[in-house]
């Protein structure tokens, strides 16, 4: 890849403003934003207005056919990822697509191997594991302050109103494991190692929403350890952290605790030390998102990085088809009762 990228972005909707000003942000790396692609005039158009981009389109096969585009941002729905991405990834044209990676594993597993048939490279814009209280556990992992974790629990749980800012929630039949169950289920990976079996019950809390909006898994990973996967938009707590996940992590030599409002507390052989790795507000960001959203630069950039280098991302398209995986044995074993294996690619 070339030192500067045209990068173009399809999807211009209420998430795809963290990615505009991320790819912004990554003007430092060479990016240029070419062209943004939305159904919708209006929203294409705004795009590129307020982002000083020289091209708003309205029909990705115009785009593809008029731009040179160095990498392609899919920031749609899930409904139309594998439809675009299938478009894509044809053209060559290394594709970031946001999670969930697809509705069903069958659209993650056509995706994946369309891209690694055609040599392109493919990654899913799946943004927790680089969230900075969680990239700092990452690398308190790496450097073995606790040893391998053997027991974990992952939980984001909330009633914030998400169908205000995402009205479209409210109407997914396959609702909460699908929206958030991708980010819990991936953080238990990135942190325990891959799944052997898991277990998991659904429900729906709130009327409001026609699809299960509470998840409880329980994971058996393939090294033995054991973890508490949770999510909801159904809670009823107070204070509400959202949109923290809270962590807490046990191996031979300790326990990491991310806590409430980014206090991490690191517990090794009875000696307890605190940090509080909370990003800043960045410059187009606020408050309760700031943390979510620089994760959307970090993600934009550890993928860009991985592409220019010839690498797999940490979230290319083989790695999330694992996490989505989890969500589909989850989905089944909430139907069946029983333990699930993760189907493999
Ligand atoms: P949205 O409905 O606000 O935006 C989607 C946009 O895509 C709309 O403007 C729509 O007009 C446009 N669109 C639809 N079909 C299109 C097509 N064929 N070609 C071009 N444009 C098309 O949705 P959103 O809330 O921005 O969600 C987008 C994605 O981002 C979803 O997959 C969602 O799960 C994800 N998301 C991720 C996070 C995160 O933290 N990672 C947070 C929120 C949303
Ligand atoms: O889609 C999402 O990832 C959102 C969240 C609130 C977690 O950012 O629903």
Redesign the pocket.
């Known amino acids: 890849m070339a030192d500067r990228i045209g990068v173009a972005v ?7 403003q963290n990615h505009l000003n991320a790819w912004r942000d990554l003007k430092r790396e060479g990016v240029e934003l070419v062209a943004v ?4 005039k209006s ?1 294409a158009e705004a795009a590129a207005r307020n982002f000083n981009v020289p091209k708003a389109y309205t029909d ?1 096969d115009e785009m593809l056919a008029r731009e040179k585009i160095g990498l392609i941002d899919v ?4 409904e ?1 990822h594998k439809e ?1 991405v299938l478009k894509t990834v044809a053209k060559g044209i290394p594709t970031i697509v ?3 990676f697809g509705f069903d594993l069958g659209d993650c597993r056509a995706m994946t191997l369309a891209a690694k048939k055609a040599g392109v490279p493919l990654a899913v ?1 799946e ?1 927790f594991r680089f969230q900075l209280p969680l990239r700092r556990i990452t690398e308190l992992l790496r450097q073995g302050v606790i040893g391998e974790p053997s027991w974990g629990r992952i939980s984001f749980r909330t009633d914030y109103d998400i169908y205000k ?2 009205p ?1 929630l409210a109407n997914e039949t396959r609702f909460v494991i699908n ?1 958030l169950g991708v980010h819990v289920c991936d953080v238990a990976r990135a942190y325990l190692g891959e799944v052997e079996h898991l277990t998991a019950e659904t429900q729906r809390r709130n009327p409001k929403a026609k699809g299960e909006d509470t998840a409880t898994m329980m994971m058996k990973h393939k090294n033995g350890a054991v973890s508490m996967v949770e999510c909801t938009y159904g809670a009823h707590l107070v204070p509400d952290v959202f949109p923290q996940t809270l962590i807490e992590l046990e191996g031979p030599k300790g326990s990491i605790i991310l806590n409430a409002n980014y206090d991490l507390e690191i517990a090794v052989e009875g000696k307890v030390t605190r940090e509080h790795p909370e990003s800043d507000v960045l410059p187009w960001a606020a408050k309760p998102w700031h943390v ?1 959203q620089e994760s959307v630069v970090a993600t934009c950039e550890h993928i860009l990085k991985a592409f220019r280098a010839g690498k797999a991302a940490d979230v290319s398209a083989e790695d999330n088809f694992k996490t989505f995986a989890c969500c589909e044995a989850a989905y089944q074993s909430a139907e069946s009762h029983k333990a699930v294996k993760p189907e493999a690619l």
Not at 37 to 40: F, G, K, L, S, T
Not at 75 to 78: D, G, I, L, S, Y
């Open positions: 399809v999807g211009c909707g209420f998430f795809a692609c939305d159904i919708d929203k990705l920031v749609t729905r899930v139309t675009q946001q999670k969930p814009h943004n800012g995402q479209y929206d979510v």
